[in-house]
């Protein structure tokens, strides 16, 4: 019989994969998203043959990542052919995933809260679509995920954030000149509702509102985030220009319900965006249907009206979120977690938004489109 090492024994069998083939065939796989292979993208963190079995380690560009069960199926096909072309038998693959958002490439301007990789604003047409709840899923469902996220509330008019994470019974902390985050449901948030009388109309004339607001988002000891998501008072005030002028945003986040007239607002509310010069991530459909108890579903407001509405701009979507009492329960209760405990349904629907947004947020950054807007405007009140 022969055996290896004999010049007659088949050339086949005792070929082995080398680290060179196993990065070789990792440069023909791509990233999904951001279409450029893992290798050039300095995503893989390891490529090793242990024991007959190839270990690869991947670096995603965020712990939301909705293409991790992809790049694994392309990296064993691709790992399947280097082994046929050398002539290898193949053992397991073991695909091992970590996550590390990146700040955007390329050159921004000096960021005020450089431990902060990106800012996003949450921003809407109008009142009562759903902009807060949508903006604090997204950072509690990002958190979930693994990312460091903390949560401004910039609806200074009508900050809905210390209701909706439970806030009322918890005071604020000051260290020095600077604000402590509340520090709930694995993030960090601030919010103005916490620092006045909650029953106090608030009223804030354009200087004031700019003040505030650049108070609340310089003056808290936000630490190292991968994501602040900042829920912007709805319309197109002042705070969203502030916002725009004092932080580079890795882009706006627009929730819209399906109907026409809620569309026309968000439209003016995109426009509003790409004249800052922040682009827009997408569009988020909240309220899009509802389910009753026995599951049939009623498209009570227009079902897909935002998603066509997304197509018409050449926007992504980022999902639809049906109406649900859950949601309202735990946004009047103050415990988001609960969002993601029995109601698998809902559940699957933040976390799908969650890891869209995330995906934008990534491909923006790559494509070094990230720049701070440089923007002037007339009679705009500073400082
Ligand atoms: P906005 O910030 O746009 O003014 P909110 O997020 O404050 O809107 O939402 C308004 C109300 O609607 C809140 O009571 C909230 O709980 C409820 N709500 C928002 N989205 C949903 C949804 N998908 N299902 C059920 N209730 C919702």
Redesign the pocket.
């Known amino acids: 019989m022969l055996a290896p090492g004999d010049s007659r024994y088949p050339t086949i069998l005792h070929m082995k994969l080398s680290t060179k083939d196993l990065r070789d065939a990792l440069a023909t796989v791509e990233d999904p998203d951001l279409h450029k292979d893992l290798v050039s993208l300095g995503m893989v963190t390891k490529a090793e043959l242990i024991d007959g079995r190839v270990i690869i380690g991947i670096e995603l560009t965020t712990p939301a990542c909705p293409m991790k069960d992809r790049i694994r199926k392309d990296i064993e096909q691709a790992v399947a052919v280097a082994a046929t072309r050398v002539g290898a038998t193949l053992g397991e693959v073991v695909v091992e995933f970590t996550a590390k958002v990146r700040p955007p490439v390329g050159q921004r301007a000096q960021s005020p809260l450089p431990e902060v990789k990106h800012v996003i604003a949450v921003g ?1 047409g109008k ?8 903006s604090v899923n997204l950072a509690v469902g990002l958190a979930r995920m693994g990312a460091k996220v903390g949560l401004l509330d910039g ?1 200074i008019y ?1 900050p ?1 954030i210390p209701t909706m994470l439970g806030l009322d019974n918890l005071s604020g902390a000051v260290r020095g000149e600077m604000l402590v985050p509340f520090e709930v449901h694995g993030i960090k948030a601030i919010t103005i509702g916490k620092l006045v009388d909650p029953d106090k109309a608030l009223i804030w004339r354009g200087p004031m509102a700019h003040g505030a607001f650049k108070q609340l988002a310089l003056q808290t000891e936000w630490g190292a985030l991968d994501y602040l998501i900042v ?1 912007l008072p ?1 319309g197109t005030g002042d705070v969203p220009l502030t916002l725009a002028q004092l932080l580079p945003l890795s882009g706006a986040v627009i ?1 819209c319900t399906p109907q026409r007239v809620a569309q026309d607002d968000a439209r003016r509310a995109i426009r509003m965006f790409q004249q800052l010069g922040v682009g827009v991530l997408g569009i988020v459909e ?2 899009s249907h509802f389910v009753a108890d026995d599951g049939h579903e009623y498209d009570l407001f227009g079902r897909g009206g935002a998603e066509t509405m997304a197509a018409s701009m050449d926007l992504p979507f980022l999902g639809a ?5 859950d ?2 329960r735990h ?2 209760q103050g415990t988001p977690l609960a969002n993601w405990e029995g109601n698998g349904a809902l559940a699957e629907a933040l976390d799908s938004v969650c890891r869209k947004v995330a995906s934008q947020i990534s491909i923006a950054s790559m494509r070094g489109e990230l720049v701070q807007p440089t923007l002037s405007v007339v009679g705009t009140q500073k400082g």
């Open positions: 809407a009142g009562g679509v759903g902009k807060s709840s949508v609806d009508g809905s829920d709805p929730v909240n309220m979120i049906p109406i649900h009492m949601l309202r946004c009047d």
